[in-house]
C-alpha cells in the first residue's frame, strides 16, 4: 500500500502507488510571528488519513529571520538556498515565510490537495543497516539517471522563544527537515547512509530530473 512501511527484521520498506504523490513544503521560521498559523495547519496533517499516500509534507526552517535576534535551531543556510532557487525558477525577486511549494510550483491554496492524476511510476526505499536504497521504476519502463533526496523529520519538536518576533511563545513543530541527503540515481537506483539522528520520526523520499529542484515523484512514512 502507498506510503505504508512493512516491516521485516530491521528493515522498513516504502512504496509510492504508480499516481503521483504530491510533495508540500513549508518555508518557515521561528523568528517569523506570520509562521505559528502555517506550521499549525501542517500539523494538522499528521491526522489525514491520506497523508503519505497522496502527499508527503516538509518544514524546511530558513535562517533569514535569525538577524531579528532568535537563532532558529532548526534553520540552515542550505534550506534558505533552496527557497531562493524556487524563487529564481518563478522569476521572482524576494523570498517569504511562510511561503508553501506545492510539486515545486508556489502554492497559495492551502487545502490539502486532490490526489494526483499523473502516473510518473513508483519510487520505493528501503531502510535496512544504516542505509536507505531508493528504486524508480517509471510508468513507461524508460528510466534513465533522476536524482535522489532522502530526508529525515522530526515531530512534536517545542521550542521556548526568548527573543525576535515570537518572543515569549512556545512554539510545536512537526514535519522538521532534521537532514537532506542526495544522490544520483544511475537507471533508477541508489544508496545512501543514513545519518544518526535520534529525533526522526518520519523520513520522506522523492526523486527529480537531473540538476532539477520540481519532484517527479514522492514516498514517506513513520519510523516510529
Given amino acids: 500500500m502507498a506510503g505504508i512501511f512493512t516491516a521485516q527484521a530491521a528493515d522498513h520498506v516504502f512504496e509510492s502507488g504508480g499516481q503521483r504523490t504530491h510533495l508540500i513544503e513549508l518555508f518557515t521560521s521561528e523568528g517569523c510571528s506570520s509562521c505559528p498559523p502555517a506550521e499549525a495547519w501542517l500539523s494538522k496533517l499528521k491526522a489525514e488519513p491520506r497523508l503519505w ?3 508527503v509534507p516538509l518544514s524546511f ?7 531579528l535576534g532568535w537563532r532558529d535551531p532548526f534553520a540552515a543556510k542550505e534550506w534558505t538556498a533552496r527557497q531562493y532557487r524556487y524563487s529564481a525558477r518563478w522569476k521572482g525577486d524576494s523570498v517569504y515565510t511562510p511561503g508553501f511549494v506545492l510539486d515545486g510550483r508556489e502554492w497559495l491554496d492551502h487545502s490539502v490537495p486532490s490526489a494526483s492524476s499523473e502516473k510518473p511510476g513508483v519510487l520505493k526505499v ?6 536507505v536504497s531508493g528504486e524508480f521504476t517509471s510508468a513507461n519502463g524508460q528510466t534513465g539517471e533522476v536524482d535522489f533526496y532522502v530526508a529525515l523529520l522530526g515531530f512534536d ?3 521556548k522563544v526568548t527573543a525576535g518576533e515570537n518572543n515569549g511563545r ?3 513543530q512537526d514535519f522538521v527537515v532534521l537532514s537532506l541527503q542526495n544522490k544520483k540515481m544511475p537507471d533508477g537506483k541508489a544508496t545512501v ?3 544518526a539522528e535520534p529525533r526522526a520520526g518520519a523520513i520522506a523520499a522523492w526523486i527529480t530530473a537531473p540538476n ?5 515523484q514522492a514516498v514517506g512514512g513513520w519510523l516510529r
Avoid at 526552517?61 to 538577524?67: F, G
Fill in 126 to 131: 528501503t531502510i535496512h543497516a544504516g542505509e
Fill in 61 to 67: 526552517h530558513v535562517d533569514y529571520w535569525d538577524r
Fill in 157 to 159: 519538536l517545542t521550542t
Fill in 53 to 55: 499516500k497522496d502527499f
Fill in 193 to 195: 547512509a543514513l545519518p
Fill in 170 to 172: 512556545n512554539l510545536r
Fill in 212 to 216: 532539477q529542484i520540481e519532484p517527479i
